[in-house]
């Protein structure tokens, strides 16, 4: 583990201790699961923003081919190739 150091307010400090006296835990345990839930979120608000913007785009381009879904590997070769 890397030691770090972070500084709480008066009301911070004093309530992160008494949660952890509560949880039978050390106030650096709550701060790591803090910082783990934190991680989480920030990847699954990314992933929910791309599936988003996956959702938006879906049905709004038109490529005037009527046949993209049965011959979609043969177009996309053909675009690679290009």
């Keep these: ?8 307010t ?3 400090a004093k309530a992160i201790k008494t949660l952890a006296m509560k949880r039978n835990t050390s106030v650096a345990e709550l701060i790591r699961r803090s910082v783990d839930e934190l991680l989480q979120k920030a990847v ?7 599936r ?3 959702l938006a785009a879906a049905g709004r381009f038109h490529s005037g081919k ?13 675009a690679y190739r290009e």
Excluded: C, K, P
């Excluded at 583990?1 to 709480?8: A, D, E, H, P, V």
């Excluded at 879904?69 to 043969?74: A, C, L, Y």
């Design 66 to 78: 009527t046949d993209i879904s049965r011959n979609h590997d043969d177009y996309l070769a053909e």
């Design 10 to 12: 008066e009301e911070q």
């Design 52 to 54: 988003r913007r996956a």
């Design 1 to 8: 583990m890397i030691r770090t150091q972070i500084q709480l």
């Design 44 to 50: 699954g608000a990314d992933l929910a923003e791309r």
